[in-house]
């Protein structure tokens, strides 16, 4: 059962039948319905899997205890990693006063706090990409959601391929790549992923008009349906339940074996729709929920840093045009705060099995989420901007032994550098190619000075077609964030954008650039930039 400190009411208990409620699709009175309505979480393919899965364990053991036994070298440390989708930095141990996170909390308070983490591009395809391999979106030439990392650099190592070919076991359940199969990739784990797509699962939703609506996979209607649901169901009535059950017991196989593991957990909310059990939504008061700050554009913001939001308008409870209204507005907002806290649940039970194997002292874990997200700030939603809220990302690294407990640090990092900095404090060989820094100077001294920027980028249209026409590359410096927008495979720039942002601050307020008293500063945040790609040629074009 989750503890969470101080609930503003008593979650209900899990009966033999749920009540079911929708958002913007709950005209009708409640549903209730039996556990035997629910999905199963476990087909009898993927408890296959998992018998065989332990026999491959076992044998494991056997040879590797025969390699200690001779005198081996001693096991490095197991890695969980975890990433979350849409993840921005409304937690605890952020500072979010209205966030009920207490397992991130936990685990922030045994490890080390990147206050300032930036993704390279605030969309999930290239962001996780980007991470995976350690390169930046411009030499992957992966800015969208169509093309592989490896159409470009086939060759390519992925971080966990990295781990795979230095003798760990490597698995996956959940998103980690993007969804779609065709993202899959084999070389990168030791046996199929899990998981990690949802066509022909219904885990989006749990409330039958939604699911009358949604079909996965598009087959014979929308993939979307409201923007937010709270169900009175159980947790694995939704996908990252599933997800959570089946890593607790891969996390329970993998912690008996002898070899070390990599195993990456994927978690999809709160990305759209909001969909979590009520007992989350029960946490928070919408009439209590922040107003939102900064509700228009910057001021001076050039048209091609904005958009329409379009994400958001595909859900079939939110407007197609014009702003959402103010009811729409806080159901959206009390989602994905509910989604959150559905999120933290699940990566708890993870941690509480690892803890429970006796594996949480010899297991390095980290937590990403692949870029932030907008929630009526500056008048928009979701994500795909350069801007702060967009690019500024969760990121908590806790590791055995860890020095400097709990410590956060405010140095100016980027999401590129976890696969280098999870190499380094394995002591796995340096992998070719790899464009980050390892962070562990910072873990082990979290006041020390920074690297003197971070930079990310976005393109425009978007989504494109035909490849894009403008490129925004941004670089966030200890004070300032400056964008400059230019026609794609050229330097010709078309929109400049600089905007004060000391220490923490969120929120872009009024663009500087043209402003005559920041011409210098604008040329040196300017050569700070990459040039940028060539063209594609007509071949390369997603």
């Known amino acids: 059962m989750l503890t969470l400190p101080k609930p503003r009411r008593r979650a209900p208990a899990v009966q033999s039948a749920y009540r079911v409620t929708g958002l913007g699709h709950g005209g009708g009175p409640p549903v209730t319905f039996a556990p035997s309505d629910h999905v199963s979480f476990f087909d009898p393919m993927s408890l296959r899997r998992i018998v065989q899965r332990g026999a491959v364990a076992a044998a494991a053991v056997l040879g590797l205890g025969a390699a200690v036994a001779a005198g081996a070298a001693p096991r490095p440390p197991n890695v969980l990693f975890i990433v979350i989708d849409d993840l921005r930095t409304n937690l605890g141990c952020y500072g979010d006063p209205v966030a009920i996170t207490p397992h991130l909390d936990r685990l922030a308070a045994r490890g080390t706090v990147f206050r300032r983490a930036y993704a390279q591009i605030a969309v999930c395809n290239p962001s996780r990409a980007s991470v995976m391999t350690g390169r930046r979106p411009d030499t992957l030439r992966v800015w969208d959601l169509n093309v592989h990392f490896r159409t470009h650099v086939l060759d390519v190592v992925t971080l966990p391929q990295h781990f795979k070919n230095h003798g760990y076991r490597t698995e996956a359940v959940g998103k980690i790549y993007h969804d779609p199969p065709k993202f899959r990739d084999a070389p990168s784990w030791t046996v199929p992923a899990e998981l990690d797509d949802t066509e022909g699962v219904r885990g989006k939703y749990a409330h039958p008009d939604n699911l009358k609506i949604y079909q996965p996979g598009g087959q014979r209607g929308p993939e979307k349906a409201a923007a937010a649901e709270a169900a009175d169901v159980p947790d694995n009535a939704y996908i990252d339940g599933w997800v959570a059950d089946f890593a607790v017991e891969r996390v329970r196989v993998l912690a008996a074996q002898a070899q070390p593991f990599f195993l990456a957990v994927g978690i999809r909310r709160p990305h759209l729709p909001c969909s979590a059990p009520q007992r989350f939504w029960d946490l928070y008061d919408p009439k209590k929920l922040r107003e939102i700050p900064q509700p228009q554009p910057p001021q001076g913001a050039p048209a091609v840093a904005l958009h329409n939001f379009v994400e958001l308008r595909g859900y079939t409870d939110m407007p197609k045009v014009g702003p959402l209204s103010p009811e729409q507005a806080t159901a959206v907002r009390h989602g994905y705060y509910a989604a959150t806290s559905f999120c933290d649940a699940q990566i708890g039970r993870v941690l509480d099995a690892l803890r429970d194997a006796k594996a949480d002292q010899s297991t390095l874990v980290v937590v990403w989420s692949d870029h932030g997200f907008h929630l009526g700030e500056h008048g928009l939603w979701c994500k795909t901007t350069n801007y702060e809220l967009d690019a500024r990302v969760p990121l908590i690294i806790a590791r055995p032994g860890q020095p400097q407990s709990g ?68 670089v966030r410096t200890d004070s300032h964030r400056y964008i400059e927008w230019r026609r794609f495979g050229t330097r010709e720039v078309v929109a400049r954008e600089l905007y004060a942002l000391p220490g923490d601050a969120l929120y872009e307020t009024k663009n500087l650039a043209e402003l005559p008293g920041e011409a210098a500063r604008v040329r040196e945040l300017a050569g700070l930039l990459p040039p940028g790609p060539a063209p594609l040629r007509p071949a390369e074009r997603p």
Not at 432 to 451: D, F, H, I, Q, Y
């Open 407 to 474: 410590a956060a640090t405010t140095a100016l990092v980027e999401l590129l550098d976890l696969y280098p900095t999870l190499v380094d404090l394995c002591g796995l060989p340096a992998a070719p190619g790899v464009e980050g820094r390892s962070l562990r100077p910072w873990m082990e001294a979290p006041n020390r000075a920074g690297p003197p920027a971070a930079f990310s980028q976005f393109a425009r249209p978007f989504p494109f077609k035909d490849g894009a026409e403008t490129m925004g590359y941004a």
